[in-house]
């Protein structure tokens, strides 16, 4: 079983046009029915609320990763858990190819990373050794501050 | 969004990226294909037919055990090993899930896209020409 989706789809519409329906945050927003709180900025998080009907009250959160002009969008994000906080367990890229066409636009969709390791495990990795530094450094603070 | 309604029961106690990170890998399918006939199986069964040794043949297995994709049983002195078809079915109505909103949000982009800038035109038509008569 792959741990990727990819999806391919011919849109009647130039590349100029399918590029600002899925970067303008605004245009984003009105086909995957969310209202974003600002731009899609590479390395940022965007915030927003999900409209689709029935899942109101949960929040969307994603982290843009390239920006490449009519050629390559992409974020990560983490589907949602039903009391609004974010499943951890599973990060995924989401990438949107864009390739003109004699017709228009030919969108390659793929969503992977379905087996990556749990974020929230990784991310306890790296406080614990941040935190082993921070006690560290405190460490040589008292030595150097105690013996001047 | 409808993804995370989905079998969920049994994928908030234990993540789905361990399952999918087990069955990445071409000698774990191979076991799989072997235990899919829901029977149990020796790990002389399993090596059997593989150039694997019986040590990697059982490294691959607690992997799929550690997934809780196959479960293992102790008779006598042999381990006996048998798949647990749920974690995988999970796997496969999410993935589906996914695929279905991805369908869904690409087919509102097309139309978005395609049938937008045309009403708009229409629109700006309309009011040119409700202008016109004014």
Redesign the interface.
């Known amino acids: 079983m792959p741990a990727r989706i990819e999806k391919k789809i011919a849109l009647n519409a130039p590349v100029s046009r399918v590029w600002r329906a899925i970067t303008d945050y605004k245009e984003f927003g009105e086909w995957f029915r969310v209202a974003l709180e600002g731009p899609f900025v590479p390395g940022q998080l965007v915030r927003g609320k999900v409209l689709y009907s029935g899942y109101e009250h949960l929040a969307w959160e994603a982290i843009v990763q390239k920006v490449e002009p009519e050629r390559l969008f992409s974020f990560t994000w983490h589907p949602m858990k039903d009391d609004n906080s974010v499943d951890m367990e599973n990060e995924t890229l989401v990438e949107f190819h864009l390739k003109p066409t004699s017709t228009g636009t030919l969108l390659t969709l793929t969503e992977s990373g379905f087996d990556k390791l749990p974020a929230d495990r990784r991310d306890f990795a790296f406080r614990k050794n941040e935190s082993g530094w921070t006690v560290q450094i405190e460490n040589i603070n008292n030595h150097v501050t105690q013996k001047p | ?5 989905l079998s ?1 029961a049994f ?2 106690r234990r ?3 361990p399952v ?2 087990a ?2 890998d071409e000698t774990r399918l191979s076991l799989l294909t072997k235990l899919g006939d829901r029977q149990p199986h020796s790990i002389s069964q399993l090596t059997h037919g593989s150039r694997l040794t019986r040590q990697a043949i059982t490294k691959h297995l607690r992997v799929l055990q550690r997934a809780r994709i196959v479960r293992g049983s102790r008779t006598g002195r042999e381990s006996r090993f048998i798949l647990d078809p749920r974690p ?1 079915d999970d ?2 109505h999410y ?1 589906d899930s ?2 279905a909103q ?2 869904e ?2 087919a ?7 049938v937008e ?1 045309l009403r708009r035109r229409e629109c700006a038509a309309a009011d040119g020409s409700q202008r016109a008569k004014s």
């Open positions: 969004m409808s993804r995370r309604s969920r994928t908030q993540g789905r990226a999918f990170a069955l990445g995988i796997l496969r993935l996914v695929s991805w369908d949000a690409l509102r982009l097309k139309s978005f896209v395609e800038p």
